[in-house]
């Protein structure tokens, strides 16, 4: 099968969304610099990273001066680290309070040209809000309702719109933009991520099949294949998570919970099978969430290179 990378040159990046941006005595890791980022960094190489995919809740590039990417460059050159996708999350355009979704559409115009700047070739962008105060208090968020986008054609435009905004700036930029799966928004089902993206319609815009976020969901969702199939010939950028998952049809109760991507509800053999077979090539994140994240992680990481070498080599 050809493809654009070796199992062992394929850039796999590890994905920390637990990581918050303020330290424990209260200062903005973003502001306060390497001896802020020098832990998790050191964490990530010792796990075996070469990648990281720098999410702005932890760092946000776009607020670095010169000597602060300087810092920042120099300091992943010491580890090994190359960032490989900067993910925008809870950063929606579609704000309902239209202070925040200006500031929103600024801030991913002022990320992507700051990656540019970079030699970061994605950033991944998305429509899901922060946490409401239900998801804050469950035992894990997606088992309460978060905000949703309205089923209104003013609205939808104003998506279209803004992410268009945002490849155009993008692309001078020689950026990737990928548009995030996430429930309850536009991105909420494959057709509809399908359908969003070609009304973007810029070569640079695609999308991010993160199907963990919907099978996860406690609620019939589609089947993983489907979104695959409907969305990988769109997909540029793909972050990787799984979960069990399971429906008792005399309750009607469903249960999930987090799982290594080789232990799990989808077959990550068959979907990484079916990405080389539409022409996938863009970088993978792998993320976790609960217990230990990182070393999961990393095992993910092992797990996705055996089965790329085995699928390349077919």
């Known amino acids: 099968m050809t493809a654009p990378f070796t199992a062992d040159t394929w850039p796999i990046g590890v994905g920390l969304p637990q990581l918050v941006g303020t330290l424990s005595d209260g200062r903005d890791v973003t502001t306060t610099g390497p001896q ?3 832990p998790t960094f050191h964490e990530v190489a010792a796990a075996g990273f070469t990648e990281i995919d720098l999410f702005t809740t932890f760092i946000r590039i776009s607020d670095l001066d010169d000597d602060g990417r300087g810092g920042l460059q120099r300091l992943l050159t010491e580890y090994g680290l190359r960032i490989s996708a900067i993910p925008l999350a809870r950063r929606s355009i579609l704000d309902p ?14 990320t992507v040209r700051a990656a540019g700047e970079l030699g970061v ?18 035992e894990w968020f997606w088992l309460a309702p978060g905000e949703e986008n309205p089923e209104d054609p003013a609205v939808w435009a104003a998506a279209v719109d803004g992410f268009r905004r945002i490849g155009e700036e993008a692309a001078r930029a020689q950026v990737q933009v990928s548009l995030e799966m996430y429930e309850g928004t536009y991105l909420g089902t494959s057709e509809s991520s399908v359908r969003l993206v070609t ?6 815009v695609g999308l991010c099949p993160d199907i963990g976020n919907i099978v996860r969901l406690h609620r019939p969702v589609e089947d993983w294949r489907v979104m695959l199939e409907r969305m990988l010939p769109y997909a540029n950028y793909w972050q990787l998570k799984n979960y069990l998952r399971d429906h008792d049809p005399a309750t ?20 990484v099978g079916m990405a080389l077979a539409a022409g996938f090539s863009g970088p993978l994140c792998v993320e976790h969430y609960g217990g230990d994240g990182l070393s999961v992680a990393a095992t993910n990481r092992d797990y996705l290179r055996r089965i790329l070498a085995a699928k390349i080599a077919s």
């Open 36 to 38: 802020a980022w020098r």
């Open 97 to 110: 309070d239209p202070d925040r979704a200006a500031a929103n559409l600024e801030f991913a115009l002022d």
């Open 252 to 271: 009607g109760a469903y249960f999930s919970a987090p799982a290594p991507l080789e232990t799990g509800y989808i077959d990550y053999r068959t979907a």
């Open 121 to 138: 070739g994605t950033v991944c962008v998305g429509l899901h809000q922060p946490l409401t105060t239900e998801q804050q208090r469950a």
């Open 199 to 204: 009304d973007i319609g810029l070569p640079n």
